[in-house]
């Protein structure tokens, strides 16, 4: 049996996952948990990596590996390989006047054009103008700046300081992926080049950044120190969402929403258009596609509350609101509980309305949470739409998908077919996928399980209702 390894590197912790080459099938796996905050030293991920590695019983047997992993952080590095600073994580938003000022000097749609990007405090650019603003001394020292699954890809491979690494700092060793540098806010999707001018504007000074490789390309081998063996392949690598796209086998024609604390919405596209609004991210795909992404802040956590609220667990409170009629007899979430990213506004709070003496019951309650949770992920899939693709199927992730509540009524809510992939980790699978595709030059097609599929009961009035209720923070 040959075996590949993926790892999804994300903000809580690091998962590596071992598969059968030929099927997919998971052979095994290990983990290990990240510092908590939005601004971590990179060498804690390299700890993590390591001992989730072990923990997966090691990579002697192991014939390639790839890595998954957050995307924006900003890992600035200086000549001997050292960060120069904690890196910033996508969710430190201290980095937000950086990015409205990046946006005052080149303008919003110059920027969309030139990178597929509007910046706001998640991308990497701005992290960087916040380093040259704030700790100009630091930004003075930085010779290489990378993302999180660059630098760790540059580990495994034997390189990093003189002091923790065989190979010592070679700082043009460092490579990415086409998925990962199109969050930068200083690469472009559609010319595949850096935008050094860019760059200088955000960190100040030119600095080397990591060689994009290709979908299937090999970023060399694991070092024999770490893998055990000397021919164990390195693959390219992907930003999370892109990752779980290819973990997902998601093609042209799929959407996917992700139901987690936060809700993305993306496509596989072969065009897109760039958005000035900056509410599409002209992201690029993990297989040579694009992948516009919408990020929305409020998703399963919005349930979490109001189970709490109810005092009952998940699954009560989805069978409570399949027990109420579609609309909830008028009730209305706009889950803005933690501000919002799309639309654009993180000042504000979440309104319930609609609400009557007799329709306020726990049933309706209930299912207006849930309606109201999916319906902001549906301003997101118009966001989508919008830009000309063409959805065949919407394959619904995370947690929060797995609630049949929750798959019955996004049936009602969006007017795409809906699919609900059996629960995975499919950053991991992703860059399994990678992994298998630097080892034999072909994609594999490992099989998706799709655990339920709801026939189709679209309930436009569902969408009328939040629509009318959400334009209230707009008007």
């Given at each position: 049996?040959?075996?590949?390894?993926?790892?999804?590197?994300?903000?809580?912790?690091?998962?590596?996952?071992?598969?059968?080459?030929?099927?997919?099938?998971?052979?095994?796996?290990?983990?290990?948990?990240?510092?908590?905050?939005?601004?971590?030293?990179?060498?804690?991920?390299?700890?993590?990596?390591?001992?989730?590695?072990?923990?997966?019983?090691?990579?002697?047997?192991?014939?390639?590996?790839?890595?998954?992993?957050?995307?924006?952080?900003?890992?600035?590095?200086?000549?001997?390989?050292?960060?120069?600073?904690?890196?910033?994580?996508?969710?430190?938003?201290?980095?937000?006047?950086?990015?409205?000022?990046?946006?005052?000097?080149?303008?919003?749609?110059?920027?969309?054009?030139?990178?597929?990007?509007?910046?706001?405090?998640?991308?990497?650019?701005?992290?960087?103008?916040?380093?040259?603003?704030?700790?100009?001394?630091?930004?003075?020292?930085?010779?290489?700046?990378?993302?999180?699954?660059?630098?760790?890809?540059?580990?495994?491979?034997?390189?990093?300081t003189a002091a923790s690494s065989p190979l010592g700092p070679v700082l043009e060793e460092l490579t990415t992926d086409r998925s990962d540098?199109?969050?930068?806010?200083?690469?472009?999707?559609?010319?595949?080049?850096?935008?050094?001018?860019?760059?200088?504007?955000?960190?100040?000074?030119?600095?080397?950044?990591?060689?994009?490789?290709?979908?299937?390309?090999?970023?060399?081998?694991?070092?024999?120190?770490?893998?055990?063996?000397?021919?164990?392949?390195?693959?390219?690598?992907?930003?999370?969402?892109?990752?779980?796209?290819?973990?997902?086998?998601?093609?042209?024609?799929?959407?996917?929403?992700?139901?987690?604390?936060?809700?993305?919405?993306?496509?596989?596209?072969?065009?897109?258009?760039?958005?000035?609004?900056?509410?599409?991210?002209?992201?690029?795909?993990?297989?040579?596609?694009?992948?516009?992404?919408?990020?929305?802040?409020?998703?399963?956590?919005?349930?979490?509350?109001?189970?709490?609220?109810?005092?009952?667990?998940?699954?009560?409170?989805?069978?409570?609101?399949?027990?109420?009629?579609?609309?909830?007899?008028?009730?209305?979430?706009?889950?803005?509980?933690?501000?919002?990213?799309?639309?654009?506004?993180?000042?504000?709070?979440?309104?319930?309305?609609?609400?009557?003496?007799?329709?306020?019951?726990?049933?309706?309650?209930?299912?207006?949470?849930?309606?109201?949770?999916?319906?902001?992920?549906?301003?997101?899939?118009?966001?989508?739409?919008?830009?000309?693709?063409?959805?065949?199927?919407?394959?619904?992730?995370?947690?929060?998908?797995?609630?049949?509540?929750?798959?019955?009524?996004?049936?009602?809510?969006?007017?795409?077919?809906?699919?609900?992939?059996?629960?995975?980790?499919?950053?991991?699978?992703?860059?399994?996928?990678?992994?298998?595709?630097?080892?034999?030059?072909?994609?594999?097609?490992?099989?998706?399980?799709?655990?339920?599929?709801?026939?189709?009961?679209?309930?436009?009035?569902?969408?009328?209702?939040?629509?009318?209720?959400?334009?209230?923070?707009?008007?």
């Open positions: 049996m040959t075996l590949v390894a993926g790892v999804d590197s994300s903000t809580q912790s690091c998962k590596v996952v071992i598969r059968d080459l030929e099927t997919g099938a998971v052979v095994r796996q290990g983990r290990a948990s990240h510092p908590d905050g939005t601004a971590v030293d990179p060498e804690r991920w390299w700890d993590a990596l390591l001992s989730a590695i072990e923990q997966a019983g090691g990579l002697a047997d192991v014939a390639a590996i790839s890595v998954g992993g957050q995307q924006h952080g900003m890992v600035a590095l200086d000549a001997s390989g050292t960060a120069v600073h904690d890196a910033l994580l996508w969710n430190d938003t201290r980095s937000a006047g950086a990015a409205a000022d990046l946006i005052s000097e080149f303008g919003a749609e110059a920027l969309a054009e030139r990178t597929g990007l509007v910046p706001v405090a998640s991308f990497t650019s701005t992290k960087l103008r916040w380093l040259r603003d704030h700790e100009p001394a630091l930004a003075a020292r930085v010779a290489a700046v990378a993302l999180p699954h660059d630098w760790l890809t540059w580990r495994l491979r034997g390189y990093g540098a199109s969050g930068t806010g200083y690469w472009s999707a559609a010319t595949g080049e850096y935008d050094r001018d860019l760059l200088v504007a955000a960190l100040g000074r030119d600095a080397v950044v990591p060689r994009v490789l290709g979908p299937g390309e090999s970023a060399g081998t694991v070092h024999a120190g770490i893998a055990g063996r000397d021919d164990c392949l390195v693959g390219p690598g992907a930003g999370d969402n892109a990752a779980a796209g290819l973990g997902l086998g998601a093609t042209v024609g799929d959407v996917v929403i992700s139901l987690g604390t936060s809700g993305t919405v993306f496509a596989v596209t072969e065009t897109s258009v760039p958005d000035p609004t900056g509410t599409v991210a002209g992201f690029a795909s993990a297989s040579g596609e694009l992948l516009p992404l919408v990020c929305t802040l409020n998703a399963a956590r919005v349930l979490d509350s109001f189970a709490r609220v109810l005092g009952v667990t998940h699954d009560e409170l989805g069978e409570l609101a399949l027990a109420a009629s579609p609309g909830a007899d008028g009730a209305t979430l706009v889950p803005y509980f933690e501000g919002e990213r799309t639309p654009n506004l993180p000042t504000a709070t979440a309104s319930l309305t609609g609400l009557t003496l007799a329709s306020t019951t726990r049933e309706n309650l209930a299912r207006a949470a849930i309606e109201g949770m999916l319906c902001a992920q549906g301003v997101g899939l118009d966001a989508i739409l919008a830009q000309g693709v063409a959805a065949k199927r919407l394959l619904l992730v995370g947690g929060a998908a797995q609630n049949p509540a929750v798959q019955a009524i996004a049936a009602q809510v969006f007017d795409v077919p809906v699919e609900i992939p059996e629960p995975g980790e499919y950053v991991a699978a992703g860059a399994a996928v990678q992994a298998a595709w630097a080892l034999t030059g072909t994609r594999p097609e490992w099989p998706l399980a799709v655990v339920a599929a709801p026939a189709q009961d679209s309930r436009p009035g569902i969408r009328d209702a939040y629509d009318a209720a959400a334009t209230a923070y707009v008007a």
